[in-house]
């Protein structure tokens, strides 16, 4: 079982910039693949960004592609997203996720989640 915490959540202008990231507990976070996700209110959560155990294979909804940089440090057991150039669109409540195994990037079937943090971008 893995706990996972995230952080680095805030009120940011558009076109700024914030890192998240989320600290999970346990000595198996390397066989965890990784994933952030975002709900906004109103919506249904989405998939933001996946990333594999190895660090090798990473993807990214549409929306986010070219702003948003997901990565991850196995030794620290921690996996960051990077957000760049931030819109008000952008602006929820962002999770991140871990799945047990397997060797790619995963856009769904996770099994722990975080309790979130808030992402605001004012116009």
């Known amino acids: 079982q893995v706990q996972l915490v995230e952080s680095g959540g805030g009120l940011v202008q558009a076109g700024g910039s914030l890192r998240l990231s989320c600290a999970a507990s346990g000595r198996t976070f390397s066989r965890y693949a990784m994933g952030w996700f975002r709900q906004a209110p109103g919506k249904e959560r989405e998939f933001v960004a996946g990333?594999?155990?190895?660090?090798?294979?990473?993807s990214y909804v549409d929306s986010v592609k070219g702003r948003f940089t997901i990565s991850r440090d196995n030794a620290k057991n921690t996996v960051y997203l990077q957000m760049n150039s931030l819109k008000p669109e952008d602006t929820a409540v962002y999770y991140c996720?871990?799945?047990?195994?397997?060797?790619?990037?995963?856009?769904?079937?996770?099994?722990?989640w975080g309790q979130g943090t808030q992402v605001t971008v004012s116009s």
């Open positions: 996720a871990a799945r047990w195994g397997g060797s790619d990037y995963y856009t769904g079937g996770y099994d722990y």
């Open positions: 990333i594999s155990r190895s660090v090798v294979s990473t």
